[in-house]
């Protein structure tokens, strides 16, 4: 990677920093919510799919754990929001901004480049959190279903989750090779592994499908979820972080080494 190429410019001054950050997120807010359709395409589709699950079958339970399918489906799909907006919408948006040019005209702004990537990134983080506080109302006021067990574990597993899914969203954008593969080969990758990995039916640990799956971090953060939401004993959810933090990391070692503003050719 040349020097040309070097991911950031700028440095960090402190608390200073701050407000140029949280305008420059504001931005990015008001371009999220000035496209209202696909804001609530984006935010509602975990919601509409615990409405459907918690209608028909929220009194049932979960055969390999002692909670039933209301206290399972809500912090899987809260697992989901984060995943979705951090991977999922972050990687094709990212792909996007640099095949029409967006990200190199980042270059020639006036503000350090890390603000501004900065920026994206807690966009997206802020619109995972709101669907996670959607899902969570939603389960408590019209389902019955009980906040987390372990508060304070429950928002590790949201803040390593929101860290490491959008270095894996910013690393795997670099491995897209234009603006029309983005949608499928992020998309199919992602809802693919999401299925496989217990997000509309639970999948017992120890079997075929839990071992392979068992490989990616999606199905980890699933499970971190559900555990420390309902404080299932015998549990813990310090492997499931651990190997999301590790993808987290592999992720951004993958986007140093990869990462371009100018839009790829050929």
């Known amino acids: 990677m040349s020097a040309a190429e070097t991911p950031v410019k ?24 000035l496209n209202p359709i696909g804001a609530l395409l984006t ?22 754990l002692p909670i039933n399918l209301g206290q399972y489906y809500v912090p899987a799909f809260a697992a989901y929001g984060v995943m979705a907006a951090c991977f999922n919408v972050l990687a094709i948006s990212m792909v996007n901004r640099r095949e029409m040019g967006l990200l190199k005209r980042l270059r020639l702004s006036p503000l350090p480049t890390w603000m501004l ?13 709101i669907q996670v506080v959607l899902l969570l109302l939603v389960g408590h006021f ?13 928002l590790l597993v949201l ?27 992020v ?10 990995s ?17 490989l990616f971090p999606i199905r980890h953060m699933i499970l971190a979820m559900v555990y420390t939401f309902n404080g299932i004993p015998g549990e813990s959810v310090w492997n499931d972080l651990l190997v999301i933090a590790v993808w987290g990391a ?15 050719r050929g």
Not at 117 to 129: D, K, Q, R, S, V
Not at 187 to 196: C, R
Not at 250 to 264: I, N, Q
């Open 142 to 154: 019209g389902y019955s279903v009980h906040g987390p067990h372990d508060v304070g574990m429950f």
């Open 43 to 64: 935010i509602g589709f975990s919601v509409v799919f615990v409405v459907i699950f918690l209608s028909t079958s929220r009194n049932s339970t979960v055969s390999y």
């Open 117 to 129: 990537l900065a920026a994206i990134f807690i966009n997206w983080m802020i619109i995972a959190l």
């Open 250 to 264: 592999v992720a951004v070692f993958v986007s140093l080494r990869r990462w371009t503003w100018s839009p790829k």
């Open 10 to 33: 700028g440095s960090f001054r402190g608390a200073s920093d701050l407000p140029l950050v949280a305008r420059q997120v504001r931005f990015e807010q008001l371009s999220f919510w």
């Open 187 to 196: 998309s199919l990758v992602f809802f693919i592994l999401v299925a496989l």
């Open 159 to 185: 803040v390593v989750g929101m860290l490491s899914f959008t270095a894996i969203g910013v690393g795997m954008s670099t491995l897209v090779p234009n603006a029309d593969a983005a949608g499928p080969m």
């Open 198 to 214: 217990g997000l509309y039916f639970p999948v017992k640990a120890g079997s075929g499908l839990a071992t392979f799956t068992g």
